[in-house]
């Protein structure tokens, strides 16, 4: 079992930046990928970026890329999501999730843990 802890949202101005983390307990964390996901008010939960279970891989959606960055240090049982050049749309419920495999997916059906999420607000 797994459970899983956001912490870091908030409110900021566009153009600003986020640190999102998500603390893992259970031995299984460094061996398990792990995912970012949002849902807006209204709107499906969809994916954000992806770490596989060494760090050594990594996928973005499109309308992240290259604004937002996910990380891992398995010594402290803890994912990241860093985000700059934050845009309105980004607003949103972000959740951390993790796969009982080790690799990467980008559909929300194949993650088994699911963090309670955590607000962030971006102002425009």
């Known amino acids: 079992q797994v459970q899983l802890v956001e912490s870091g949202g908030g409110l900021v101005q566009a153009g600003g930046s986020l640190r999102l983390s998500c603390a893992a307990s259970g031995r299984t964390f460094s061996s398990s990928a792990m995912g970012w996901f949002r849902q807006a008010p209204g709107k499906e939960r969809e994916f954000v970026a992806a770490?596989?279970?060494?760090?050594?891989?990594?996928s973005y959606a499109d309308s992240v890329k290259g604004r937002f960055t996910i990380s891992r240090e398995n010594a402290k049982n803890t994912a990241y999501l860093q985000m700059n050049s934050l845009k309105a749309e980004d607003t949103a419920v972000y959740y951390c999730?993790?796969?009982?495999?080790?690799?990467?997916?980008?559909?929300?059906?194949?993650?088994?843990?699911w963090g309670q999420g955590t607000q962030v607000t971006v102002s425009s």
């Open positions: 999730a993790a796969r009982k495999a080790m690799f990467i997916s980008l559909a929300t059906r194949n993650y088994d843990y």
């Open positions: 770490i596989s279970w060494s760090g050594g891989s990594t």
